[in-house]
């Protein structure tokens, strides 16, 4: 089975490519608001450097947010005119998990503007309780309470965060993967009111 995995969902971008749980080869950097512009580029890139056309992916999966407004929708579009023209399966994780990835204790935080942030916590790939946007100064009191590897934007309050093995986690995250039954409903998992997105 060979799957293709993209995020466009908040600064980076990442597009990783799998045969049956292997990394064929992948490419994740930042490209803040400029995801539009490159993705199609580094996917065309990525497919022809590796023999696979677009008929031979199995299966696309993406991230669905938080994130920024326009960056969610970009992998997402791309995601569900693929799919739905072609017939692969669609699947989604949280850009929270993305981040997290599937092993251990970790918190994920993400800025949201406006001196707030999203956060998470996580225990093995799985989300504790909800995602949720808080004000700076309560994001350290949950990472206090919720012991864990520090990943995203730690800088917000002031620690050092970890790098993210976006390609790694993207396939570790397989038993985790949402199964979009409905391509047409699939919307952007979005935490606060739209305009407060368009970062």
């Known amino acids: 089975m060979i799957t293709l995995c993209m995020d466009s969902a908040y600064k980076n971008l990442v597009l990783g490519l799998y045969e049956d749980g292997r990394l064929l080869d992948g490419v994740a950097f930042e490209a803040f608001k400029k995801q539009s512009e490159t993705i199609f580029i580094e996917l065309e890139k990525l497919l022809k450097n590796n023999g696979v056309d677009y008929a031979d992916i199995d299966r696309i999966v993406i991230t669905d947010g938080p994130g920024s407004y326009t960056g969610i929708r970009i992998a997402m579009t791309i995601a569900k005119v693929l799919s739905t023209q072609m017939g692969q399966s669609l699947c989604c994780v949280s850009t929270m998990q993305l981040y997290g990835g599937a092993q251990g204790k970790a918190n994920?935080?993400?800025?949201?503007?406006?001196?707030?942030?999203?956060?998470?916590?996580?225990?093995?790939g799985e989300i504790i309780g909800e995602?949720?946007?808080?004000?700076?100064?309560?994001?350290?009191?949950?990472?206090?309470?919720?012991?864990?590897?520090?990943?995203?934007?730690?800088?917000?309050?002031?620690?050092?965060?970890?790098?993210?093995?976006?390609l790694k986690n993207f396939i570790e995250l397989e038993p985790l993967y949402r199964q979009i039954e409905n391509k047409h409903t699939l919307a952007p998992q979005y935490l606060k009111e739209s305009d407060a997105y368009k970062v």
């Open 131 to 166: 995602t949720s946007i808080l004000p700076l100064e309560d994001v350290k009191t949950f990472v206090e309470e919720n012991p864990g590897t520090l990943y995203g934007d730690a800088h917000l309050i002031g620690q050092a965060g970890e790098k993210a093995d976006f």
């Open 108 to 124: 994920v935080i993400l800025d949201a503007r406006s001196n707030r942030a999203y956060v998470a916590h996580l225990e093995d």
